[in-house]
């Protein structure tokens, strides 16, 4: 046991050395991507060292209970386990620190006041070894403690903003003076984006705490294009396949509601003006609508009932279901569910210990069935209710009447009919409900206001009668297609008609042409595609490039080494057939090159005949990535045969363009070839229409592709 004992002692004094010496010259450290996964187990290891250390402070308080011996073997061994645990800890967390998620000055007090901890820790451990003065181990544990407490503050303010402690008592601005911002879009950002953009904690380098600092967006860029939300990156990245590594929020967190993304594209579509006030929207307004719907009750309501504890709510909180007071300090909740394959009927159950508490429950898009909504009658204080296309019929409806404090029901999207509304309507004292998309005819609506004069019924969404743009065509199949894979294109608009060419023309009636089923492609494409429809604007045309899997070589090197800060997983990014984000550049999808060269051997075992040669880079002038100067393919049957084959001068812009991936397409001598080289060099100078004007340009390249 003494041996281990002074194994462990020596193991903790050499990485604390190793910790002081990455902290010294950290500005000069690069890490592994291995140990960025390291670096995220710092949030679940902090919790050891807090408790080691807390309980060896405890046991000083009580060692008068406990015989000497049995006491000294316990302290010391508790002394051991924090010491080894505040390393450990300490270490990922400067791991986690050089992740790029984090402001260097705003981590600073809790990366050091943690090594504090951690080298007191180990202090404390040597002094108890040694069997120092008992009053010095006194003055070391209520030191370590108090640095504890400054490390724990730091850190949580780190996670959870400023003011997350005093936030529930904070004077709340009336709604009726508030800005649209401050009313319904910061309460979207706060539970679903702040935990990750805030001033200490700032993923991708963009803040979204502070209306400025969002304003001048990320590390990549702005983070919303006004008037133009199908072009914004953060609603692009919203719209993103759950399980996609660029989906936001990321996959195990609560998601964002239909209804959320929709008031954010709409703040979005009217300019996202943080100044403008609610009083000062037209109350037909489609913004003002779709920011109502997010306020059903009142902040004046008051409630008999008591708050639910804080720790019961954590539980409750799922990937798939987000609770939370209604707004803060009131003991009413509300009840958010996401993703429908993940829902069944104990995910509603799961919050009967609650019911007497929930007001408002959203289950737009949920797979209901009659048993379900038995269910719902159970929660006899719910006052708002969302049911769109849950696939509720007419037989579910009765049971809802045993709600009787609900003031607003959403039906929309459902086969519910005109009689069964009628029953509901007379049995309960409704203020809105919404029955657009339903089996409710427009004459039936029309009569449903007059019989129920003092509910109000929302039977289309918006009634702004002005022309409308479509949205542009969703692209099905992203990413890298698989040899005969076909381009699948559609559009949520029935009878849209979409366009599309592939040689870089407008996909207009004279060029284009009409998508009438999947887009047969051998190799890379650029797809441009729009939709129109009778009585709607046709849409912003869709650019997009189609990068079509190839012949994949048996083996890439690199000749020249990429830059330091952009090496992306070495040689093998070129053939994994992953592509890369424009605005994400430190993703392990991309080699980016500035000083020297690119540079890079393909092997082709047996020989392959290869006819074109495909390179893949990224266009980002703001971020100064430029298209490669010249590339040139070397080929022969062997490293030391190669031969020129051909060089291409790569036309460079004239101006500023949209950030995409794009390629530069070569074609090769029609032969066999066991080994290709191709060389890309980075643009020397920026042009002068660039703001970096003469400065050398980045030439960052994600994939090869062969045909």
Known sequence: MKRTTSVLVNGIFFLHVLLLFLVVFEDRVQLPIGLHVVGRMHVLLLHLPIGFICFAVLALFIQHQFKSKPFQRLFHFTLLLASLSAMVTAMAGFFLAHSGDYDAEQIQLHQRSGLAVSLLAYGLLLINTYQVQQNLIRLGSGVTFILLLVAGHSGATLTHGENFIWEPVRKQEPL???????????PVLEKKCFSCHNESKAKGKLVMTSPERFRQGGEQGKAWIAGNPDSSRMIQYIHLPTDHDHHMPPEGKPQLTEAEVLLLEAWIRSGANFQLRWTELPETDSLRRLAEATFTIKKTTTYSFDEVPAEVIAKLNTPYCSVFPLYQGSPALQADFFLPESFDRNSLAALRPIREQLVVMNLNKMPLSGEDVTLLSQFENLE???LNMTGITDVALPSLAALSKLKSLALSGNPVSHDAVVQLLASLNLTKIYLWN?????????????????????????????????SKPIL?????????????????????VIRYSLDGSEPDSIQGYEYQAPIPV????????????????CSPVLETTIFVAGIKPTQATLLTAPDKKYRGEGASSLIDGRKGFTDILNEPSWLGYRENPFEAMLEFKPAAEIKKVVLSYANNHGSYLMPPATVEVWAGSGPEKLKLITTKKVDQPSGYEMQRLKFVSLDLQPGTYGYIKVVARPVARLPEWHSGKGQKGWLFIDELFFY
């Open 522 to 537: 051998q190799e890379s494409v650029v797809l441009k595609s729009r939709a129109c429809r009778e009585g709607w604007y």
């Open 384 to 386: 708002s209710l969302n």
């Open 476 to 496: 099905v199949n992203e990413g890298v297609l698989k040899p005969g894979e076909e381009i699948q294109l559609k559009h949520p608009m029935p009878g849209a």
């Open 438 to 470: 339903t089996a409710v005819t427009q004459s039936e609506a029309t009569t449903l206001c007059q019989q129920f004069p003092d509910t109000e019924i929302v039977h289309v969404l918006f009634t702004d009668q002005t022309t409308q743009v479509l």
């Open 176 to 186: 009726t003076a508030a800005t649209v911002y401050q009313a319904a879009i910061e």
